[in-house]
């Protein structure tokens, strides 16, 4: 299962319609409580794909901190931070970066937490330009994973 | 001491004179010199009167004497000058060696200090015999030559006695020259800054650099998160990251909220003689953190309640004399010039503050555009790939993308409309006005597709046929009534719940008034509500809520300001009569009349 974690769920649309296309299964999460609720026991992943700039259930109930993700500008890395402790055997390595980001320390903190992490990071503006060839990309990134 | 004779009014006129050319700082030097010159003393000091927290006198100048011989530059209220500051004349002191009290003593043997005369100023009502009404400015200790005879010494003080009032003004003048000195350079920052946050940094600078204070920062209340955030900051010894600073409201422990909450100048720490450190202050400085102000920032209004939004908080006050510097607590000058200068900080960060609210209202808004375009974009090129793959059973399963895509590109255009016509609803005239033809019968059509383009399930839309059968018409402009509930409908569509039952909306409708002036109309959904603490403050513009926020990047916060304008307009009325399950709204509209 490919996991898709963006509160857009509409943007993503074609993206997930592509991979399902392509053969692989797909499912949508829409903010970080719900993601790290159900993938911390998840038995079946494949891939993740984190929207960096990622909402909560509920900003004033989340375990996700306003401080600490910086006012949820950067959400999805501490998702991937607690995925790679939380002991699922799939994380982190089956983790990828998703992001429009263009302000620059916000994209020096996603690259810098993708090389700790060991993950790629796609920018999502690569969809745009050309959503079959990005989802090829995903379904190799999903066959070198299952071969590792 | 020159020869006997009374001329408090030619050393008057010289204090005066000098005023022109000195601010708070400079003018105690420039008065004692002048007594100094006049007088022929041995020495003379002036000192200012601190109660914030406890009382004290500061060393604001001396002449005659050394920096270097004085204990602290702090002088307790029991001391000798201390004890002066609420008398009502100039005190002498014969022998200010039998003092107890006189705390630098070294002084008295190494300048030959005899006789002290403790001028207290004052300013206040007349008359002076009313204790209660004058507020201690500060005193002046003079030392006259210990050769003087008894009548000099009943002379000069006789003269000090007529001098001390004209002082007391000149130095509250000082600090008058001081704010409009401030002013001028707070205008300047104000005008070479691009936004808020460099000019708050070019304040706090310009309190550091050029006012005796240690270190500043100034902390702004985000509406939206309903937290506190770091403006601006000088204080900090390592680079920070400033979204790494955010004050919750609620925390008992800080002072910053505090002070925001209560809307009370706080000063934490203080005591410059034991060095208290308040474990709030998160400003490192080369010093100790030995006092902090912290004075609530308004926004200007005529109103007697004025909104809150911000604190500036100021670290240490330093006080350097010769090559030494002490760090000390505040006076009655710096509460007086530092909420001053949030007076004038406070009007500049509104204007800012509006600035870049519609500028973010705007960004917000192309951010949702590029978002959207990015997915229409995406679409298309999905659907262009599915067909030169000529995967004709793929482009069956999905082909209920494409009127997806038309409602986005739609919701785009309404969007862009949004800007385009804010000033054009002015115009519109209100008509004669049938809810279900003319509203309800155009906007119908456009839900399904809209909720298809938010992913959103429907669970039930109303029957506009039935619902709106013997419905009165009402006296508004078709366009503007569409545009009111269409904002409903799309803010029913974008925070729904998401899951079953599926987005339930519902409306009624019913004379509101005996006179049958007005029409009620309600409206309802099962989204996922509208927080308590939010609800006060939905239909001002640019608010987005933060749980409605995290939802959807197409919205900047304009749906339900622009709908209360426009009901405005019309001598009608939309407000939030149940903030959550079901989420209700009342809208009221003139009825039509012949």
């Known amino acids: ?148 | 001491m020159p020869a006997i004779r009374r001329r408090p009014f030619a050393i008057a006129q010289t204090i005066l004179r000098a005023l022109n050319r000195t601010s708070s700082a400079t003018m105690p030097l420039a008065t004692i010199e002048t007594l100094l010159d006049q007088y022929e003393l041995v020495a003379a000091s002036f000192y200012s009167y601190s109660d914030i927290p406890d009382e004290k006198l500061i060393l604001r100048a001396q002449v005659g004497l050394s920096y270097s011989s004085y204990e602290s530059f702090v002088l307790p209220i029991d001391s000798t000058a201390g004890r002066c500051i609420d008398s009502l004349h100039v005190q002498v002191i014969a022998d200010v060696g039998d003092e107890i009290d006189f705390r630098d003593k070294n002084l008295i043997a190494e300048f030959g200090l005899r006789t002290m005369l403790a001028v207290p100023l004052t300013a206040g009502e007349e008359p002076p015999n009313k204790l209660d009404t004058l507020n201690s400015l500060g005193v002046i200790c003079v030392y006259p030559q210990a050769s003087s005879s008894l009548e000099q010494i009943d002379i000069l003080r006789t003269d000090l006695e007529d001098l001390r009032s004209i002082i007391a003004e000149t130095y509250l003048q000082s600090i008058q020259l001081d704010k409009l000195r401030l002013r001028e350079q707070v205008t300047q920052r104000a005008v070479a800054s691009a936004d808020l946050n460099s000019f708050l940094h070019r304040v706090c600078r310009l309190l550091q650099d050029e006012w005796p204070y240690e270190a500043a920062s100034v902390f702004i209340h985000d509406e939206r998160a309903d937290i506190l955030r770091l403006g601006a900051t000088t204080g900090y010894s390592q680079k920070i990251s400033k979204q790494e600073v955010v004050i919750s409201l609620n925390d008992e422990n800080d002072d910053v909220a505090a002070t925001f909450r209560t809307g009370v100048t706080t000063v934490v720490g203080g005591n410059s003689l034991t060095g208290i450190v308040s474990n709030a202050i998160h400003e490192s400085i080369a010093g100790i953190a030995r006092a902090t102000i912290l004075i609530p920032l308004y926004e200007p209004s005529n109103a007697e309640a004025r909104r809150t939004i911000g604190v500036l908080r100021v670290v240490n006050k330093l006080l350097r004399h010769d090559q030494r510097i002490e760090v000390f607590s505040f006076g009655w000058e710096d509460f007086e010039f530092l909420t001053f200068v949030c007076d004038v900080v406070g009007v500049v960060a509104s204007m800012f503050d509006r600035v870049s609210k519609s500028k973010d209202d705007f960004e917000r808004s192309l951010h949702g555009v590029q978002n959207n375009l990015n997915g229409v974009l995406t679409t298309l090129d999905f659907l262009n790939g599915l067909m030169s793959r000529r995967d004709t059973l793929s482009l069956e399963k999905y082909a209920y993308m494409v009127p997806t895509a038309k409602a986005q590109v739609q919701a785009l255009c309404w969007q862009a409309e949004r800007f385009s016509r804010r000033d054009e609803h002015n115009m519109l005239k209100p008509m004669k006005c049938d809810l279900l033809s003319d509203v309800f019968a155009k906007l119908g059509p456009l839900l399904r597709p809209l909720a298809d383009s938010f992913a959103t399930p429907i669970g039930s839309l109303p029957t506009f046929n039935k619902i709106f059968a013997g419905c009165p018409s009402v006296q508004a402009n078709p366009d503007e009534l569409i545009t009111v509930f269409r904002n409903l409908f799309e803010n029913s569509i974008k925070y729904s719940k998401r899951r079953r039952p599926g987005l339930e909306i519902t409306i009624s409708w019913e004379i509101a008034d005996t006179a049958a002036s007005t029409l009620k109309v309600i409206y309802r959904d099962n989204g996922i509500g509208i927080l308590e603490k939010d609800s006060g403050r939905i239909f001002y513009e640019g608010f987005r809520s933060e749980n409605a926020m995290r939802r959807c990047q197409l919205g900047a916060g304009l749906g339900l300001f622009q709908s209360k304008e426009i009901l405005a307009r019309l001598n009608g009325s939309i407000v939030l009569s149940n903030r959550s399950t079901p989420t209700e709204f009342t809208i009221i509209v003139p009825i039509w009349r012949d």
Do not use: C, W
């Not at chain 1, 794909?49 to 989340?62: F, H, K, N, P, Y």
């Open chain 1, 1 to 148: 299962m490919i996991y898709v974690v963006d509160e857009d769920i509409v943007q993503l649309q074609a993206l997930v319609a592509v991979l399902e296309v392509i053969g692989l299964d797909v499912t949508q999460i829409d903010n970080a409580d719900d993601a790290l609720e159900s993938l911390t026991s998840a038995s079946d992943v494949a891939l993740v794909l984190i929207d960096v700039m990622l909402g909560t259930r509920d900003a004033d109930q989340s375990t996700f901190s306003r401080k600490s993700t910086q006012d949820f500008l950067v959400t999805g890395l501490e998702l991937a931070d607690r995925l790679a402790k939380s002991g699922n055997p799939a994380f982190p390595s089956r983790i990828a970066f998703l992001s429009m980001a263009s302000r620059p320390h916000v994209v020096s903190q996603i690259k810098e937490k993708s090389k700790e992490l060991g993950i790629p990071f796609f920018d999502k503006r690569e969809i745009a330009k050309g959503v079959m060839e990005f989802a090829e990309k995903i379904k190799l990134l999903v066959e070198n994973q299952a071969k590792e």
